[in-house]
């Protein structure tokens, strides 16, 4: 099955409104054509919404949030609910990013209710797994995925599964120049894509996303890209330089 590309820019804590601006109206045109063959994703930080969202709106490019509550409403300080993102048109939202699971300490059961939480309002879940140098050395590759798609994808239907991307990112690879070759990279991903056919059945498998991040760039989009099991890519560090992110989803189309 034809699987088409979704490439995705997590700018993690960078970019204001006025620099969201900036980027947006030096990184858009073009992107028309280069949205035939990929569909394009930016999340910018929760203050920056409303800005791109102005300046997105009648363009090919979708709106992301980098994380959202598990709850609707009340007393949760410095969350935000999936509804404010609605109000902003946001279509998708990252989820279960490795430094929100390392640094803020989010479980798989929650990353879950996350996930639960954002299908309901109609926001599309980059879920987001990977495993560390340590467990990558100590042969645990295999369990942590495991782990990490079973749980995070508890309960859900194989409808569900048609509105959510995944994104296999080796803990090592991210921000460290360090990318998972090409080899490494498919082999992951045909893994995980097993993990969703014993989960949701092989319809299901053949048609889920499965994007690759860590350290993904213009040099080697294309061939990490080429893989048949390659989706796609989260971006981060890339994807802050407007020229830098176009020429990445430009060679990865070519
Ligand atoms: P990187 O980040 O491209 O800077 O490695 C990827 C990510 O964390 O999503």
Redesign the pocket.
């Given at each position: 099955m034809a699987r088409k590309l979704i490439i995705a820019a997590?700018w993690?804590m960078n970019k204001g409104p006025a620099e969201t601006a900036e980027f947006i109206g030096s990184f858009l045109p073009g992107t028309e054509e280069l949205s035939q063959k990929c569909d394009i994703v930016i999340a910018p930080p929760h203050v920056s919404i409303p800005a791109a969202s102005s300046l997105l709106a009648d363009s090919v490019v979708a709106l992301s949030a980098q994380n959202v509550s598990d709850q609707d409403e009340g007393a949760f300080t410095g969350e935000v609910a999936t509804c404010m993102l609605n109000e902003l048109g946001v279509q998708y939202v990252i989820l279960g990013?490795?430094?929100r699971r390392s640094i803020y300490g989010e479980s798989d059961e929650f990353i879950n209710a996350k996930v639960h939480k954002s299908l309901t309002a109609d926001l599309r879940p980059i879920f987001c797994i990977g495993e560390t140098l340590e467990e990558r050395e100590g042969g645990k590759l295999e369990e942590v995925l495991r782990r990490q798609v079973s749980g995070g994808l508890a309960n859900l239907t194989a409808e569900n599964m048609a509105d959510v991307v995944v994104a296999y990112?080796p803990v090592w690879?991210?921000?460290?120049g360090v990318t998972a070759t090409p080899d490494q990279a498919q082999e992951a991903h045909a893994f995980v894509r097993s993990l969703l056919q014993e989960q949701f059945g092989s319809e299901v498998a053949a048609a889920t996303r499965i994007q690759y991040?860590?350290?993904?760039k213009p040099g080697n989009s294309a061939e990490l890209m080429n893989r048949e099991d390659i989706d796609g890519a989260?971006?981060?560090?890339?994807s802050l330089e407007a020229a830098s992110f176009h020429e990445l989803i430009a060679n990865a189309v070519a």
């Amino acid at each position: 099955m034809a699987r088409k590309l979704i490439i995705a820019a997590n700018w993690k804590m960078n970019k204001g409104p006025a620099e969201t601006a900036e980027f947006i109206g030096s990184f858009l045109p073009g992107t028309e054509e280069l949205s035939q063959k990929c569909d394009i994703v930016i999340a910018p930080p929760h203050v920056s919404i409303p800005a791109a969202s102005s300046l997105l709106a009648d363009s090919v490019v979708a709106l992301s949030a980098q994380n959202v509550s598990d709850q609707d409403e009340g007393a949760f300080t410095g969350e935000v609910a999936t509804c404010m993102l609605n109000e902003l048109g946001v279509q998708y939202v990252i989820l279960g990013h490795s430094e929100r699971r390392s640094i803020y300490g989010e479980s798989d059961e929650f990353i879950n209710a996350k996930v639960h939480k954002s299908l309901t309002a109609d926001l599309r879940p980059i879920f987001c797994i990977g495993e560390t140098l340590e467990e990558r050395e100590g042969g645990k590759l295999e369990e942590v995925l495991r782990r990490q798609v079973s749980g995070g994808l508890a309960n859900l239907t194989a409808e569900n599964m048609a509105d959510v991307v995944v994104a296999y990112e080796p803990v090592w690879a991210i921000g460290t120049g360090v990318t998972a070759t090409p080899d490494q990279a498919q082999e992951a991903h045909a893994f995980v894509r097993s993990l969703l056919q014993e989960q949701f059945g092989s319809e299901v498998a053949a048609a889920t996303r499965i994007q690759y991040g860590g350290s993904v760039k213009p040099g080697n989009s294309a061939e990490l890209m080429n893989r048949e099991d390659i989706d796609g890519a989260l971006v981060g560090g890339a994807s802050l330089e407007a020229a830098s992110f176009h020429e990445l989803i430009a060679n990865a189309v070519a």
